[in-house]
Each structure stands twice: as C-alpha cells, then as structure tokens.
C-alpha cells in the first residue's frame, strides 16, 4: 500500500483558493531561470548513466500557465532525451481500452524524460466533474493510480506531480486576453467557460485527488500560479531538488 504524504504547497485543511501567490521582479527571475535550467540539463544528463527515467506531469485549470511552465523546464534540455505529451480526448481506439492503457507507450525508457500536459489524472478529475467516468470508475482509480505510479517508482523513475492553481478573477482575465489577442484566440474554446462555471467542482476534485493520491512514490506539489514568472521558478527548483535528493548531481 503506497505511503500518503501531505502535498507540497497545500496545508492540510486548507482550499486551492486560499493558496498565497507570490509575485517577483524581472532581475531575480532571469539569472534564477537560467541557473535552475543550467541545474536541470546536467542532471538529466546523468539519467541514463544511473539507468533512471524522469516522469513529470502537470494538471490544473485551464489558463493556469502549465504550457509555459513546460516550455520553461524543456527549453535548455537535450531534445533528444527529451518527450513532451499534450493529452486529449481518447482516441476511438483508446476508449476500447482501461484508461490507463494509453498512457503505458509514452512512458520514457530509461535515461529519458517526458512530461505530461494532462494525465492519467483526468479520470479523478475532469471525468469525474463531467460525468464521462461512473462514480465506481473514479473511485476506483486513485488505487489503480497509486499502484502505476509505485511501480514506476520501483523501477527507478523519478515522478513528479505539478498542480498549478489561480485565482477565479485570474483566469477570467487570461480567458479575456486570450480573446483580444488573435495569436492566443486558439487558445480559448466554449469548453473552457463550460469548466469554469464547475470550478468548485473542479477544485473539490483536486483537493481529493491530493488527499488520496499525494505519496512518497509521487507526492502533489501545489503551485499557487497568478504570477506566471514565480511559479516557473517553483517547479524548475522543485524538479532539481527532487533529483538532488534522488541521488543525481553527487560528484566522487
């Protein structure tokens, strides 16, 4: 049974909406950003050596800035070792499967990272929310989620989880932006507004996942994202730390 462990960022009895956000100035982002970028390109480099894969995956609600938290944590990185999935809506094919099953060949082989935008999560999330998973199908899959992400962790895969989380006012002003700007329009579409009239619902569904799927194998690290720079510089920081720890990055 995997260890539960109280998520990064996100006090027990506390709601996503209470999350403090944190802004900072464009003089300590940029040398922060490339430091922590330089940090992260020499350890993945250390992966295959250490026979390791690094697995992140990134969920939050839409506008919440996880596309340009990725660009971010892939821009200095060795493409060649390097995978980034966009997960949508199941194939006709993948519906004839468990809702895992998609997800198993975009996994990394060893000494390779890939990062999720949208996950198997979706299931205890935006399924759930929407009605497109029975009841029984949700409840059931935190225990099937746990049980993939241990052995992954028992192969030797790195898993992080990312949440980033704004304010409802904040994502009501990106949607607008988005509108205004004919480079961005693509980027706003009549299911975005449908989730954001759910968006208890929608951040209920979080906060249980965390309670229920936040482990030692892949704890949650909730990122309060209103400021798009500072939240950047939390998951870059995050993932080096966590590969730190792991035992990458030690010299002889």
Do not use: C
């Not at 250490?50 to 609600?61: C, M, T, W």
């Not at 607008?176 to 569904?205: F, G, L, M, T």
């Amino acid at each position: 049974m995997p260890t539960l462990k109280e998520p990064n960022g996100l006090k027990k009895g506390r709601r996503l909406d209470d999350l403090e956000h944190k802004s900072i100035d464009e003089d300590d982002y940029k040398p922060k950003l490339k430091d922590f970028q330089l940090r992260l390109l020499n350890l993945t480099r250390e992966l295959a050596e250490a026979r390791r894969s690094l697995i992140i995956v990134f969920e939050g609600p839409d506008a919440a800035g996880k596309g340009g938290a990725i660009k971010r944590l892939a821009e200095r990185l060795d493409p060649r070792l390097l995978r980034v999935h966009s997960v949508v809506k199941p194939t006709a094919e993948e519906y004839q499967h468990h809702y895992m099953w998609r997800f198993w060949n975009k996994l990394p082989p060893y000494g390779q990272t890939v990062v999720f935008d949208r996950s198997w999560y979706g299931r205890v999330l935006v399924e759930r929310v929407e009605g497109f998973a029975t009841e029984k199908e949700w409840k059931r899959a935190y225990e099937e989620i746990n049980e993939f992400e241990r052995t992954l962790a028992d192969d030797g895969a790195i898993i992080l989880k990312f949440y980033l989380h704004i304010s409802k006012d904040e994502q009501l002003f990106r949607f607008k932006r988005r509108e205004a700007d004919p480079y961005k329009h693509w980027k706003i579409n009549d299911e975005d507004w449908r989730n954001r009239r759910k968006w208890e619902e929608h951040n209920s569904a979080a906060e249980d996942m965390f309670e229920k799927t936040s482990t030692e194998d892949g704890p949650w690290a909730v990122v309060a994202a209103n400021y798009k720079w500072h939240a950047r510089l939390r998951v870059l920081k995050t993932v080096v730390e966590v590969m730190e720890r792991a035992g990458l990055g030690k010299k002889d």
